[in-house]
Nanobody, 124 residues
Framework: QVQLVESGGGLVQAGDSLRLSCAVSGRTFSDYIMGWFRQAPGKEREFVAAIRRSGITTLYADSVKGRFTISRDNPKNTVYLQMNTLKPEDTAVYYC?????????????????WGQGTQVTVSS
């Protein structure tokens, strides 16, 4: 089983930037497709971004496209989510996810491993 630990969350103002990190251990990081999801209070967990093993292919939710960038550093066993031009509606707990063979990247039901989450709060 792979272990995921998120960090980098915090309280920022609208328009600010944050970079989330997810450190992965327990298995060979480069074997895993990585993703970021988020869950706002009272809402279901939703897809944010995903990146395939090579780091070349990425996918974003429409709500974050052009503002967020997912990347990975395979030698450091870490995936990142650079979040720019943050909005109050980006406020949520952000979760890192991993899977070796997933095809339905945007579904929460198909990812096998999850981190504990990191809180991001954007004030207006």
């Amino acid at each position: 089983q792979v272990q995921l630990v998120e960090s980098g969350g915090g309280l920022v103002q609208a328009g600010d930037s944050l970079r989330l990190s997810c450190a992965v251990s327990g298995r060979t990081f480069s074997d895993y497709i990585m993703g970021w999801f988020r869950q706002a209070p009272g809402k279901e967990r939703e897809f944010v971004a995903a990146i395939r093993r090579s780091g070349i292919t990425t996918l974003y939710a429409d709500s974050v496209k052009g503002r967020f960038t997912i990347s990975r550093d395979n030698p450091k066993n870490t995936v990142y989510l650079q979040m720019n031009t943050l909005k109050p509606e980006d406020t949520a707990v952000y979760y890192c996810a991993a899977d070796r063979t997933i095809s339905a990247l945007t579904s929460t039901r198909t990812w096998s491993s999850w981190g504990q989450g990191t809180q991001v709060t954007v004030s207006s």
